[in-house]
């Protein structure tokens, strides 16, 4: 099985920076698409961006220009940069991950969720 663990929520103020990081681990075979989701209380998750094993990006229109998303494929890691930082961007962030695991069943992830926080 394939877990993930994200790290580097926290509180930021308008127009100030985070970065997230999301790590997965387990019996990996293949990770295709990763990327970030996000949601709010009483709200349904979006898409904040995905990247691919090859390096494909997708941004949902309100991140681009302010957020980029990368990968270390060798460390099966992603990461979102998160700049410019709006108040509306307060949302607990979502790490996903496609991936195969060694007995080549294949499926999505989730991780447990970061808090991020833009306020003043």
């Known amino acids: 099985q394939v877990q993930l663990v994200e790290s580097g929520g926290g509180l930021a103020q308008p127009g100030g920076s985070l970065r997230l990081s999301c790590a997965a681990s387990g019996s990996i075979f293949s990770i295709n698409r990763m990327g970030w989701y996000r949601q709010v209380p009483g709200k349904e998750r979006e898409l904040v961006a995905t990247i691919t094993s090859g390096g494909t990006t997708t941004y949902a229109d309100s991140m681009k220009g302010r957020f980029t998303i990368s990968r270390d494929n060798a460390k099966n890691t992603v990461y979102l940069q998160m700049n410019s930082l709006k108040p509306e961007d307060t949302a607990v962030y979502y790490c996903?991950?496609?991936?195969?695991?060694?007995?080549?069943?294949?499926?999505?992830?989730w991780g447990q969720g970061t808090q991020v926080t833009v306020s003043s």
């Open positions: 996903i991950a496609d991936a195969r695991s060694s007995d080549l069943t294949y499926g999505s992830t």
